[in-house]
């Protein structure tokens, strides 16, 4: 039988226990030393917490449950009806359990070593390698499939730029001073033209038509020493303005090259005369009037001690003759010489005929390098009307081949500026000093000229710099165009470099273009527009996109336009 249950003794009921604060100091020594005092003990450690948390300033008391808290009932439940909140150490114990550690080693082993990863690395690896092989691929058909480019022709520095004349110092410097020493001020100004190089003198001491009192070693006293040389060539190089020497013999006689009976004399002189300036590291020769040697086979003979020293000189050859066959024989002389002559002396109005002269002479030379001018030693308005020599500018400086002009060309100088002064030799205007009180006009001189971008001096610095940065200009091939009857027009173009297109008005009256082009290299035809660089005359937006199928010219108007290569 179950026992029963024995009722409670009357020292179980006691009265009821009296609130901690209610205990003195006795009472709960009395009351720990009863038979329960391990429980007592508990409750009253538990107490004393209880008092300490009321004891808080309000607002540093944890917040209840009805804020949210998490809360516990010491020993389970409500302990005289006050409410425990849990220590910092559970959250503490909270956060560290639920803080992710990562995996060992030995269980990522295992899991990069399960089929699933496995698979997937090696369906990675593979599609890495197939990207990288159609990577390959593609590039090498581009590389296949793309136009080759054209091998660069050789430049020397005379195909990359002009050439600038100076045969009397004097009048170039416009005093009566004019030497060697005085030439250096004006290097800066060459420097801005962009020529490559300087055609100079004849400067050498030479009696008139006396071959003995001839010295082609010696510099004219009057124009300065051999030292006075020496330092303008090499402040010109530092410039990376090349010197040219004009060796032509008998130049203030009436025969260039003396009497027919002297030149082996003159034959003799010249070939000592060639190694002592190359010697003295000079750039090349300029001999004038060849037409009157009598032996035409000294000049192949001259031209080979110039290339022997070296590949980088240059040999320049002069006539007066206008005639082709003439022009042809002395070229048949001299493997790479340059030729100034007064082939296109001859002024016209018609642009059909300066056509016909251009073509004529590269068919001719089977597109040989050659150079043009107007003369081998004049002014161009010696043989162009003013209203056409921004055409001309236009037209040498796009030409396939190097230009080559006389000191004043580039600011439109008179031949007979000065009256007094011989035709042949002008005085330089550089500003309003330089003329006669009587003749004063700024617009004439290079200082009046200088910040003025209408002006001729603007026009020639324009087109000398676009001729040496361009490769189309620069030894790009021609490819002449039918046109209006009184216009010239060809492209200018290399390789899968920008095309040129140049439109001359040599007529008085406003044309339509009407270009038209067959088997242009590069693109079936002419694009339906082009950009225009510059016009040579006032009243055009420079960079306006023109249509080509309605461009007009006005009266003597060139224009120099650009287009993109298309594949």
């Not at 997937?120 to 092989?133: C, I, M, S, V």
């Amino acid at each position: 039988m179950d026992p029963e249950p024995q009722e409670p003794s009357t020292s179980d009921l006691s009265a009821p226990r009296q609130p901690p604060g209610a205990l003195s100091g006795p009472d709960v020594q009395g009351h720990s030393a009863g038979g329960d005092s391990g429980t007592m003990s508990q409750d009253a450690e538990v107490d004393m917490k209880e008092v300490e948390l009321n004891e808080l300033e309000p607002e540093k008391q944890p917040m209840n449950a009805a804020s949210g808290a998490a809360v516990a009932v010491a020993g389970g439940g409500e302990k005289n009806g006050l409410v425990k909140i849990k220590v910092a150490e559970d959250d503490a114990e909270a956060e560290a359990a639920a803080k992710f550690t990562g995996l060992s080693k030995e269980e990522l082993l295992k899991v990069a070593g399960s089929p699933g990863w496995v698979r997937t690395r090696w369906a990675l690896l593979l599609l890495f390698w197939l990207g990288w092989l159609g990577m390959l691929a593609g590039a090498v058909v581009i590389i296949v499939q793309a136009p080759r480019c054209r091998e660069l022709p050789v430049q020397r520095w005379w195909h990359k730029g002009a050439l600038y004349r100076i045969g009397d110092l004097q009048a170039f410097q416009g005093s009566d001073a004019g030497n060697l020493e005085g030439l250096k001020k004006h290097l800066d100004y060459l420097s801005t033209l962009k020529v490559k190089g300087l055609v100079l003198g004849p400067i050498h001491k030479n009696q008139k038509d006396d071959v003995a009192g001839t010295d082609l070693e010696q510099i004219d006293p009057a124009l300065g020493s051999k030292e006075d040389f020496d330092s303008f060539l090499q402040l010109a190089k530092k410039k990376s303005i090349r010197v040219i020497l004009d060796l032509t013999p008998n130049y203030h006689g009436e025969n260039s090259w003396f009497l027919p009976t002297q030149v082996d004399a003159v034959a003799i002189k010249m070939k000592a005369a060639l190694n002592f300036w190359l010697q003295a590291d000079v750039d090349g020769f300029q001999l004038r009037n060849v037409e009157n040697l009598t032996d035409a086979s000294l000049l192949a003979e001259w031209q080979n001690i110039t290339k022997s020293f070296s590949e980088d000189r240059l040999l320049i050859a002069g006539t007066d003759s206008s005639n082709l066959q003439q022009i042809l024989s002395v070229l048949e002389n001299a493997k790479d010489m340059l030729l100034t002559s007064s082939y296109l002396s001859r002024p016209s109005s018609s642009g059909e005929h300066v056509k016909f002269l251009v073509t004529q002479y590269l068919n001719a030379t089977d597109n040989r390098w050659c150079s043009w001018s107007l003369s081998q030693a004049g002014l161009l308005t010696s043989f162009v009307p003013t209203q056409l020599l921004r055409l001309y500018h236009l037209l040498l400086f796009t030409l396939p081949g190097t230009p080559v002009f006389s000191y004043g060309d580039e600011i439109g100088l008179q031949a007979a500026a000065v009256p007094g002064q011989p035709v042949e030799a002008p005085v330089m205007l550089w500003d309003e000093s330089s003329l006669p009180h009587s003749l004063v006009n700024v617009n004439m001189t290079v200082k009046g000229q200088n910040g003025d971008p209408g002006s001729f001096l603007s026009l020639f610095r324009r087109l000398s710099d676009e001729r040496g940065k361009e490769r189309s200009l620069l030894h790009g091939d021609f490819h002449p165009l039918s046109s209006s009857a009184g216009l010239f027009s060809y492209v200018r173009h290399w390789d899968q470099n920008k095309r040129f297109l140049v439109v001359l008005n040599f007529g008085d009256m406003d044309l339509p273009a009407r270009l038209g082009a067959s088997n242009l290299p590069g693109s079936p035809s002419l694009p339906d527009r082009a950009d225009l660089l510059l016009s040579t005359q006032a009243g055009r937006e420079e960079g306006a996109s023109l249509e080509l199928e309605n461009l007009n010219l006005n009266p003597h108007e060139g224009l120099l336009l650009h287009f993109p290569y298309v594949a």
